[in-house]
């Protein structure tokens, strides 16, 4: 492109960044983001999410948070992807209370969960082992007018079947799916 007289714009430069990042190349990645930045290609929110994404996807967790802390002195304002990548960031680090609070951040930031952001805490609380947790987020989640997508349900309905839950969490998950399907939580 530059050969031709034509300068990269951010669109090609946020395509370049989620290329080396799938393909966990970051030191071309941070090679294209710093090329970015000497051309004054402004970056958007989407550069920043690739990013933190990419990071995260490399298990640089980490740099993931770090990126995340910067948006606003870089005067950018997270949207729901950002979250839900920033709450999958905290899930997989075992921080799940500081994932509630991102997903509580983002409603007091203007910024509502979408069903994507619900269902990446679920997992998370589930593949931590907080049924109780899961099941909090499911009833809130389910409250604002979402659904379980399949991943989640299917971990749900493993876990009614798992000789692995102790019994307190089992009757939490039968109480909410067999008896009358989450009614009674409405109720509590």
């Known amino acids: 492109m530059q050969d031709r007289g034509v300068a990269p714009g951010v669109v090609t430069y946020n395509a370049l960044l989620d290329g080396f990042l799938r393909n966990a190349q970051v030191d071309e990645a941070i090679s294209i983001h710093k090329e970015m930045e000497n051309n004054g290609v402004a ?10 994404n990419g990071l995260c996807e490399a298990g640089q967790l980490v740099d993931a948070v770090e990126v995340f802390s910067t948006l606003v002195a870089k005067r950018l304002q997270p949207n729901v992807t950002t979250y839900t990548i920033m709450i999958k960031v905290l899930c997989r680090q075992g ?11 983002m409603a007091d930031n203007g910024c509502s969960p979408d069903e994507r952001s619900y269902n990446t805490i679920i997992k998370g609380c589930l ?3 907080d049924i109780g947790m899961a ?6 989640m389910t409250s604002q007018g ?5 991943d989640t349900t299917s971990l749900f309905l ?4 798992s000789p692995n839950v102790t019994d307190t969490d089992n009757a939490l998950l039968q109480k909410y799916f067999l008896d ?5 939580k409405e109720n509590e």
């Open 43 to 52: 970056h958007d929110i989407t550069t920043y999410n690739t990013i933190i």
């Open 95 to 105: 921080l799940l209370g500081d994932a509630t609070k991102i997903l509580k951040d």
């Open 127 to 129: 593949n931590a082992n």
């Open 135 to 140: 099941l909090d987020h499911l009833h809130t």
């Open 146 to 150: 979402f659904a379980a997508d399949v």
């Open 158 to 161: 493993c876990l009614l079947t």
């Open 180 to 184: 009358n399907k989450g009614e009674e």
